[in-house]
């Protein structure tokens, strides 16, 4: 396989500091943070303003890379990696979808990201309900029998 080489568009500030301090799902909590986006990226913030939601892309640069089982919270056996949200995966990259709370030049300041502070961004996406909900997913989890 050919290796893939990410860059770091920017950097979470977060009140997060260790593993155990975010909550499991983001978009749970009502905490703010900022995503510092490097100046040589910042030209790419243009029109962002126009979305409320965004999805952001991270690294989880303190997660373990080895594991292939986890045991998600409240379940007693562990699942493939694969089937679970846990951040402890081969390639562990976060996906959130957080709140645009405004731009501050290259600063977006967002609410619902469960990222630590220092973590690394990927990339950033304005969410779109019409192409990202899947209406009959709405309910909450379906899972295939």
């Known amino acids: ?11 979470v500030r977060s009140p997060y500091r ?5 909550p499991r799902q983001g978009r749970l909590a009502d905490t703010v943070a900022e995503i510092h986006v490097l100046d040589a990226y910042a ?5 962002l303003e126009r979305s409320s939601h ?6 989880l640069d303190r997660a373990e890379r080895g594991l292939l089982f986890a045991k998600p919270p409240g379940e007693t056996r562990e699942r493939g990696v694969f089937s679970t ?3 402890a995966r081969p390639n562990p990259i976060g996906f959130g ?21 220092g973590t690394p961004v990927l990339d950033i996406k304005p969410y779109s309900p019409e192409i990202d909900c899947i209406p ?3 309910g909450g989890w379906h899972i295939k029998k």
């Open 85 to 87: 949200r846990s951040p």
């Open 43 to 47: 030209p790419g913030l243009e029109g």
């Open 1 to 11: 396989m050919t290796a893939i080489e990410c860059i770091p568009i920017g950097i």
């Open 54 to 59: 965004l999805i952001v892309l991270y690294w």
């Open 97 to 117: 979808i957080v709140d645009l709370v405004r731009r501050e030049g290259n600063v977006l300041v967002v609410r619902g990201l469960d990222a630590l502070d």
């Open 18 to 22: 260790v593993r155990g301090d975010a």
């Open 136 to 138: 009959e997913a709405t």
